[in-house]
């Protein structure tokens, strides 16, 4: 195994043919670790500015044939971005209000064990160029946290829930296996709609110039949904132009291979309710979504989950993956949990030991919690306390 080191766009550019067969031939079925999302997050969200910096620190494993074994598509972040007192630590691509939602490497599945021993010897030579390292993404039992798992240094945090549907062949097969209270709801969303007078019109956006345009209207929907009062609270992830930018430059770069799908209720020709499905494999992952608020007496967004779920069986889908996140918009399909694993590794040195301890008290006098929250409530609460990070951490708390 040789572990390369990628640490400029010039260097990642020839890599790129590589890391997309690499996908199709280890299994992987989320869009986050995909070359076309970390060279899309770098150029749109990366950040250097004084407070923190990001830089490339990729790892490419490659076998003895010159075959791509594993990416791991590590960034190396610092606070502040110079001078003896910031802090330094390794985390996969994708550190931002919840947009990357399961950041981590990928692998074929019969050089898992060997991969991720290269990866881990290669990042302990190195490990005077950082602090501390932040894994996720790892299969609980899986054969990379297993290896992981080993290190002295490393410290489990938490897991983190998804939750997949495997589909059947039609969807009167999939319905009939529903429990009895997400029947009755689709009945009354579907009876609600035609009682008062109103036809839908459930439409399915691919083409890569239609983007920009469908991708407004769902800001617009995603923005109204995070401000209903008297809910749980759902958190605008699209609220900056920057991140707007980077979900139209993604879904542009993925619907050039088919390989996304924005799913749209419209009423009176108006979008009610959308949600953004990206198809990676045989898997589709549904992303964010949003609604009209003035519409949701008629439940349109399990209107709109429904008829993605018809059209996902229509279209040969395999499996649904509804996200990360435990909430009842996901339990109530009576799918199968899964989770993905994070933890910390702490370099052995003293400086390393001293600087997460720093990192974890700012963290706290910042006001950025993990615990007690799940799915857009601990994005959310991740994003409000980043700002209050950084100054903390500028402060030397």
């Known amino acids: 195994m040789r572990v390369q080191h990628i640490d400029s766009l010039e260097e990642l550019a020839p890599v790129a043919t590589q890391w997309d067969r690499l996908v199709e031939r280890s299994g992987y079925t989320l869009p986050f670790s995909t070359f076309a999302w970390c060279s899309s997050w770098w150029h749109h969200l990366a950040r250097n500015k004084a407070s923190v910096q990001d830089r490339l620190s990729i790892r490419a494993v490659w076998d003895d044939r010159g075959e791509l074994a594993a ?15 910031r802090v330094r630590w390794l985390q996969f691509l994708g550190p931002d209000p919840g947009i990357t939602e399961v950041p981590g490497m990928v692998c074929l599945p019969e050089m898992e064990r060997q991969a991720s021993s290269a990866l881990l010897a290669d990042l302990q030579e190195h490990a005077s160029a950082w602090d501390w390292i ?13 290896v992981i798992g080993e290190h002295p240094k490393l410290q489990w945090s938490r897991d983190v829930p998804a939750y997949l549907l495997q589909l059947p062949c039609t969807w009167d097969e999939f319905r009939g296996r529903l429990p009895r209270n997400i029947k009755e709801s689709l009945r009354k969303c579907y009876n609600s709609l035609q009682r008062d007078g109103h036809a839908f019109e459930f439409v399915v956006t691919e083409r890569p110039e239609e983007m920009t345009d469908v991708l407004g209207h769902f800001f617009h929907l995603h923005s109204a949904r995070a401000n209903v009062p008297g809910t749980v ?24 291979r088919r390989a996304v799908r924005v799913f749209g209720v419209k009423i009176g020709g108006h979008y009610v309710a959308m949600r953004i499905g990206f ?3 045989d898997t589709l ?3 964010y979504s949003g609604y009209d608020p003035a519409w949701s007496k008629y439940s349109v967004m399990t209107t709109a989950v429904a008829e993605s779920i018809k059209w996902a069986i229509a279209a040969g889908v395999r499996t649904i993956n509804l996200s990360t ?32 301890a720093l990192y974890q008290s700012a963290r706290t ?18 994003w409000r306390g980043g700002k209050r990070l950084s100054v903390a951490l500028s402060a030397g708390h």
């Open 71 to 85: 990416v791991a598509p590590f960034i190396l972040t610092q606070r502040p971005a110079t001078g003896p007192l």
């Open 134 to 146: 932040r894994w996720s993404g790892l299969k609980p039992g899986g054969i990379a946290a297993e």
């Open 233 to 256: 609270h759902h958190a605008d992830i699209f609220d900056s132009s920057v991140r707007r930018e980077f979900l139209v430059d993604i879904s542009e770069t993925f619907a050039k």
């Open 279 to 281: 198809i990676v494999g």
């Open 285 to 287: 992952y549904l992303y």
């Open 325 to 356: 996140g435990n909430d009842v918009s996901k339990t109530r399909w009576r799918p199968t949990e899964i989770s993905y694993r994070e933890a910390i590794q702490i370099s052995p040195s003293i400086r390393a030991h001293a600087a997460h």
């Open 365 to 382: 006098a910042a006001g950025v919690l993990d615990s007690g929250l799940s799915g857009n409530g601990q994005k959310a609460a991740k």
